[in-house]
T-cell receptor, first 116, second 118 residues
């Protein structure tokens, strides 16, 4: 079945540091890939997405490129801010999967703390 | 864009009582909604898929009689935690998929409901 493996956290960085959170996946079809962000006490918000190989999703300075050859979708940001402190979830949606029924598969989440 | 509203955001109840959480799609119709449970510092656990006009589909290990799901309209799904106990305390999150246009593959999440059972 489909699965998403995320870099284990927590990750602690100083402000303006470079961020990478690794994400790899397995899927039976041609999935769309997503990064969601969850701020403390809140639900999840879509951060960025990519729907096909070599697509780059970007938003708020974050980027991730859909790499089919390495089945990866690593999240990067060149200069993090304190306000980026949150939990980040990598996810996939595989419309080709017979068992999908509209579900998405999530990674375990990576907690990022940015210190001033 | 698509908006999902979840209510209440926080609820505290006594052990043995039942609690209802609502999930509404505000500007789109959702024939399917999803209910998740999130433990502290853990990922989302999909509990069930809520289907408008039919029975919910529960994930393995989720008690159907404990977590009652009703999806009576195209914009509303409810999760009722029956005879709640302290171990049911958790953060419950719903989501829905807006099939309009390019965003069809994207899940929109509610803000979550923090349940505390005393």
């Amino acid at each position: 079945g489909d699965s998403v493996t995320q870099m284990e956290g927590p990750v602690t960085l100083s402000e303006e540091a470079f961020l990478t959170i690794n994400c790899t996946y397995t899927a039976t079809g041609y999935p769309s890939l997503f990064w969601y962000v969850q701020y403390p006490g809140e639900g999840l918000q879509l951060l960025l997405k990519a729907t096909k190989a070599d697509d780059k999703g970007s938003n708020k300075g974050f980027e991730a490129t859909y790499r089919k050859e390495t089945t990866s979708f690593h999240l990067e940001k060149g200069s993090v801010q304190v306000s980026d402190s949150a939990v980040y979830f990598c996810a996939l949606s595989d419309p080709g999967s017979n068992t999908n029924a509209g579900k998405s598969t999530f990674g375990d989440g990576t907690t990022l703390t940015v210190k001033p | 864009g698509a908006v999902v509203s979840q209510h209440p955001s926080r609820v505290i109840c006594k052990s043995g009582t039942s609690v209802k959480i609502e999930c509404r799609s505000l500007d789109f119709q959702a024939t399917t909604m999803f209910w998740y449970r999130q433990f502290p510092k853990k990922s989302l656990m999909l509990m069930a898929t809520s289907n408008e006009g039919s029975k919910a589909t529960y994930e393995q290990g989720v008690e159907k009689d404990k977590f009652l799901i009703n999806h009576a309209s195209l914009t509303l799904s409810t999760l009722t935690v029956t005879s709640a106990h302290p171990e049911d305390s958790s953060f419950y999150i719903c989501s829905a998929r807006d099939f309009r246009g390019y965003g069809a593959n994207v899940l929109t999440f509610g803000a979550g409901s923090r349940l505390t059972v005393l």
